[in-house]
T-cell receptor, first 114, second 112 residues
Framework: DTAVSQTPKYLVTQMGNDKSIKCEQN?????MYWYKQDSKKFLKIMFS???????INETVPNRFSPKSPDKAHLNLHINSLELGDSAVYFC?????????????FGEGSRLTVL | SQQGEEDPQALSIQEGENATMNCSYK?????LQWYRQNSGRGLVHLIL?????REKHSGRLRVTLDTSKKSSSLLITASRAADTASYFC????????????FGKGTKLSVKP
């Protein structure tokens, strides 16, 4: 059983399109995250939700909108895609807010914007 | 920025040798964590060391933390080809709603 699963794994799309990435965790964790990893492997936090409530919202364009329908799911919707949005997006979860313990990561969703 | 900075950026060694990676950071932290990322995969947690701890071991891994120097090191002993991966340190700061900030990673290549 995959603990943190993301779909799709690969996404190729044109500039200006809107796309979504879904994430689900079956670990019973309260907190979920979205991270962006650029071509230089730099991993930057984008959002964090605890029990469906937004607790971290880093400086991210408002074209990115996370949605958490329940504490096991955190989806990422991106409007009006730009070339610079090309990256690998990782979903992660942890038992509680603040990530005092370890994060459990999904396998990533590689987004390519043409 | 408060992110951890790993050193070196890349490291190539022979199987059986030890690998040491360093991480420096700029602000007070709650804890520091090390993660491994195999090519094309997600990150996997290796070890967490709290700010009041100085050394921690897990199998072939040894982590040290020097809060006075704001630095940590990860030692992998008797390396294996399967240890080939990128290794990231991540620092947690900011209290109960803290943020885990990752460095840029050290790419380790272990040659058989």
């Amino acid at each position: 059983d995959t603990a943190v699963s993301q779909t799709p794994k690969y996404l190729v799309t044109q500039m200006g399109n809107d796309k979504s990435i879904k994430c689900e965790q079956n670990l019973g964790h309260d907190t979920m995250y979205w991270y962006k990893q650029d071509s230089k492997k730099f991993l930057k936090i984008m959002f964090s939700y605890n029990n469906k409530e937004l607790i971290i919202n880093e400086t991210v364009p408002n074209r990115f909108s996370p949605k958490s329908p329940d504490k096991a799911h955190l989806n990422l919707h991106i409007n009006s895609l730009e070339l610079g949005d090309s990256a690998v997006y990782f979903c992660a979860s942890s038992p509680g807010p603040g990530a005092f313990g370890e994060l459990f990561f999904g396998e990533g969703s590689r987004l390519t914007v043409l | 920025s408060q992110q951890g900075e790993e050193d070196p950026q890349a490291l190539s060694i022979q199987e059986g040798e030890n690998a040491t990676m360093n991480c420096s950071y700029k602000t007070s932290i709650n804890n520091l964590q090390w993660y491994r990322q195999n090519s094309g995969r997600g990150l996997v947690h290796l070890i967490l060391i709290r700010s009041n701890e100085r050394e921690k071991h897990s199998g072939r891994l040894r982590v040290t933390l020097d809060t006075s120097k704001k630095s940590s090191s990860l030692l992998i002993t008797a390396s294996r080809a399967a240890d080939t991966a990128s290794y990231f340190c991540a620092v947690l700061f900011g209290g109960s709603q803290g943020n885990l900030i990752f460095g840029k990673g050290t790419k380790l290549s272990v040659k058989p």
